[in-house]
């Protein structure tokens, strides 16, 4: 009797939201691959990359640990690998994370050896590659010609907020990591999304190599839309606006897509929780969808984790991602 095989997903994204896919996914039997975005360039990331010449350990740092099954409590792994020194002039603002990453990289060489170090130390239950090897910064360019340097400054665009972004490249090009690329060309799905638009999703299908890689796989292409707008980045977006931008940059890939997940049950606009987000300028995204015509499948449902900040729930998320399998 032919042994089943279990399916191959990929997450596609960084930061908070490639952390909730990943996480709740990690729960079902499934082989898990994270492509992770190599452009951001704030804070710890920022030092450690300008200090070192190194590419960006931040969004490795998340993926690695949604990944990690070691045995002793997830909390105690969470406080210690996200924990940031507050104090000392060299130290103050790095995770613990970011700093253990640099080291590997420092020791191994390169990035995806430093990866691969990790995964061993933290025991893995999955796959993490870097978008690409190829040192890289995202730049963008407003509607009024404005050009932006560095993720970090699109991320917190505090100025011209009245133009929008009209496009946004890296400089110099980069090319996609080839395991990368195999990954998603042998996956039964992928995931893109949910994440900063701009800053965190898109950068991804710049490199050079990954929309050909999305278009030869034989997987589903599935687009988990924001929650939330962001300052200076998708002020004012609907959901059909997200979704317009993704297809722009994906190219001839645009067709892959054969699912868009939009959480559609209200946002309670009055909170402290909301009042905390609308000091940043940050809106509920509305789902426009489904009144038009789409050629894709739209999902839509509660999809949002409101304990704490606005985020997806990890289980709910995972649990539509796993039945369109």
Request: aromatic letters at 8%.
């Amino acid at each position: 009797m032919k042994e089943r095989r279990e399916k191959k997903v990929v997450a596609i994204g960084g930061g908070t939201g490639t952390y909730a896919v990943l996480t709740g996914l990690k729960t079902y039997p499934l082989e898990l691959s994270a492509v992770i975005s190599m452009c951001d360039s704030g804070g710890s990331t920022g030092k450690l990359r300008k200090e070192l010449d190194i590419l960006p350990p931040g969004d490795v740092r998340r993926a690695i640990l949604a990944l990690s099954d070691l045995p002793f409590a997830r909390k105690t792994l969470e406080d210690v690998f996200d924990f940031r020194f507050t104090n000392g002039k060299s130290l103050a603002g790095h995770s613990v994370g970011n700093i253990l990453l640099a080291a590997l990289v420092q020791i191994t060489g390169s990035m995806d050896r430093a990866i691969d170090e990790a995964a061993r130390i933290f025991n893995l239950s999955g796959s993490v590659y870097p978008v690409t090897l190829d040192k890289s910064n995202l730049a963008a360019t407003l509607t009024d010609g404005t050009r932006i340097y560095g993720e970090s400054k699109i991320d917190m665009r505090n100025f011209k907020l009245k133009y929008p972004i009209k496009k946004v490249y890296l400089t110099p090009k980069a090319k996609i990591f080839e395991k990368a690329a195999k990954a998603i060309e042998k996956a039964d799905l992928v995931v893109l999304g949910p994440g900063d638009l701009y800053t965190s999703i898109v950068p991804t299908l710049l490199v050079q190599g990954m929309n050909e890689a999305l278009y030869k796989s034989k997987a589903k292409l599935v687009y988990v839309v924001n929650l939330l707008t962001k300052r200076g980045e998708t002020d004012d977006f609907s959901a059909s606006d997200f979704l317009a931008v993704i297809r722009d940059y994906l190219g001839d890939a645009s067709e892959k897509i054969s699912h868009v997940i939009v959480h559609r049950n209200k946002i309670k606009t009055k909170s402290r929780i909301a009042d905390w987000y609308k000091r940043y300028g940050s809106k509920p995204v509305i789902d426009d969808l489904s009144k038009k015509k789409q050629n894709v499948k739209i999902i839509t449902g509660d999809f949002m984790d409101t304990t704490t900040f606005y985020r997806h729930d990890s289980s709910k998320l995972a649990r539509t991602i796993v039945s369109l399998l």
